[in-house]
């Protein structure tokens, strides 16, 4: 009777999880994802509507520290350096908060970003980068806050605020000819060590052109001095396949040393089983 009775409450237990009413958020989330150059932003953000409410003056006080949209921080993130009004915003996820007032708002990006609107304590260490932006009335009202990346080229945008008759813009510069001369100049200058060894750990692992496999090998052993371990052992695995078992030893000799040497004990232990294995 006892067992009958708990397996009715988990049924129940169950379909009260499962009962759970859905509503639609006041402030719903939206995502924005943005290439600008060759640069990613994303900006994360809940969405509140106006409802016939003023909202600037008395829903959002001017003057006051404002979470710049509802509910969680609104996150802003770059995959690279940016520069704003002359100063660089490190690459990475920030809070975006703001400081509305009539003509001039203040825009801050914040290092901590897991407030639910804003710090209890405002930290200034914390204040990645801080400017100021106009605002510029907007004739037609916009009912729900509006985040946009705006106004793009190859070096840059305006990350725009809209909400009720007021928008401000703010344009931010990416870091698109440093990033793509750096493209360039890589491979204008051939393929290193890494790729190499890539190409040749791909070879090896789809049991591909094996004679290629060591050609690759061993121009990656050839562009990197230091000489890893972990290419060495890709190299004794090769000469194996290839046959060359007694070259095969001598290399992962080579690389069992280089792990001694790396601290690396799983390399060590899988190079004594091959050559053990090599040796018979």
Request: charged share 20%; aromatic share 10%.
């Amino acid at each position: 009777m006892k067992n009958i009775v708990i397996i009715i409450a988990l049924v129940f237990s169950q379909l009260a999880v499962e009962a759970q009413v859905r509503i639609p958020q006041q402030s719903p989330k939206a995502t924005i994802n943005q290439t600008v150059g060759l640069t990613e932003v994303e900006i994360v953000y809940s969405r509140p509507s106006a409802r016939d409410r003023i909202v600037y003056g008395n829903l959002v006080p001017f003057g006051k520290l404002w979470r710049t949209g509802a509910n969680e921080n609104t996150l802003i993130s770059f995959s690279d350096d940016v520069v704003i009004a002359g100063k660089t915003l490190k690459k990475g996820k920030y809070a975006l908060f703001t400081i509305p007032n009539i003509q001039n708002w203040e825009l801050i990006f914040y290092k901590t970003t897991d407030n639910w609107g804003t710090p209890k304590v405002f930290d200034e260490a914390n204040v990645a980068l801080r400017t100021n932006a106009k605002e510029i009335a907007v004739p037609n009202a916009v009912e729900t806050f509006t985040i946009g990346i705006n106004g793009l080229d190859s070096n840059g945008a305006n990350l725009e605020i809209s909400w009720e008759h007021s928008m401000v813009s703010l344009r931010f510069e990416v870091p698109t000819h440093k990033s793509t001369m750096a493209s360039i100049e890589k491979v204008l200058s051939g393929p290193k060590g890494a790729d190499y060894y890539a190409a040749a750990q791909y070879f090896y692992q789809s049991n591909g052109d094996s004679i290629k496999a060591a050609d690759y090998i061993e121009k990656a052993l050839e562009l990197t001095p230091e000489k890893p371990f972990f290419y060495l052992r890709l190299k004794s695995l090769i000469q194996a396949r290839n046959g060359d078992k007694k070259g095969a030893i001598e290399t992962a000799k080579l690389s069992m040393n280089a792990a001694e040497i790396a601290g690396n004990q799983d390399y060590v232990k899988l190079n004594k089983d091959s050559i053990n294995e090599w040796s018979r």
